[in-house]
């Protein structure tokens, strides 16, 4: 790895996407045509967040290994990392001699409306009771403010699971952070709108195999 993209205090606990990044051309990837106008760069690669990702599935095996844990993917956005994350964890229960036991649940949390975050929406909060006394792992794709998170844990807590953590792809570098950090976190990012990899904006770019910055051009394009 680049040293630069590590965090000193808690090396290789993230990777660290400094805020001068300069990212990659759209032309050394496959991008969807109808996206070529939209995009500034790319700045984390398919491949990078897979190699991530299974990382990610190695560390969360060998803590929470042994219990049962139910997956929770909180929709939209986190399907993706959601899917390609329980492929690994499967992959590590079968060919190591430490493994979880894991079922499934899904939540959907909305909390944004054009570039903008607005009043936490939690829809299918009624269903958190069937967690009770679980070992839950949360599964996200972005921590912004830290919001959103803490309402849902909050939530959560009411319902009196035995044990939570959190995993995030990404945690986003921002004043606006209310000091909220995941338990796992995957990459920690600048303070810039991000598509791709079932991130959205507006409902678009859920396609896009990268990660990507949107452009200004397709914020009033995509604008609702």
């Not at 032309?27 to 990702?53: A, Q, S, W």
């Not at 939690?122 to 069937?130: R, V």
């Not at 409902?203 to 397709?218: K, M, Q, T, V």
């Amino acid at each position: 790895f680049d040293e630069r993209y590590l965090s000193a205090p808690t090396l290789l606990s993230l990777l660290q996407i400094p805020d001068d990044e300069k990212g990659h051309d759209l032309n050394l990837f496959c991008i969807p045509k109808h996206y070529e106008n939209d995009l500034e760069k790319v700045i984390i690669p398919h491949g990078l967040i897979m190699d991530r990702t299974e990382r990610l599935a190695r560390d969360i095996v060998q803590d929470m290994g042994g219990h049962h844990i139910v997956a929770l993917c909180v929709l939209k956005g986190g399907y993706k990392f959601f899917a390609d994350l329980l492929d690994y964890i499967k992959a590590l229960n079968q060919n190591s001699d430490k493994s979880v036991p894991l079922t499934v649940d899904f939540i959907r949390v909305k909390s944004y409306c054009n570039d903008k975050s607005s009043s936490v929406k939690i829809i299918g909060g009624d269903e958190l009771s069937n967690l009770s006394g679980k070992n839950v792992l949360i599964v996200e794709d972005i921590v912004e403010t830290g919001r959103t998170m803490q309402a849902l844990l909050s939530m959560l807590s009411n319902c009196n699971p035995k044990m939570v953590k959190v995993v995030s792809l990404l945690v986003k570098r921002t004043p606006r952070s209310s000091g909220y950090r995941p338990d796992y976190i995957g990459f920690e990012v600048p303070d810039a709108f991000l598509v791709g990899y079932a991130l959205d904006y507006n409902e678009y770019f859920r396609d896009l195999s990268h990660i990507c910055i949107l452009n200004d051009g397709a914020k009033e394009k995509y604008r609702l």
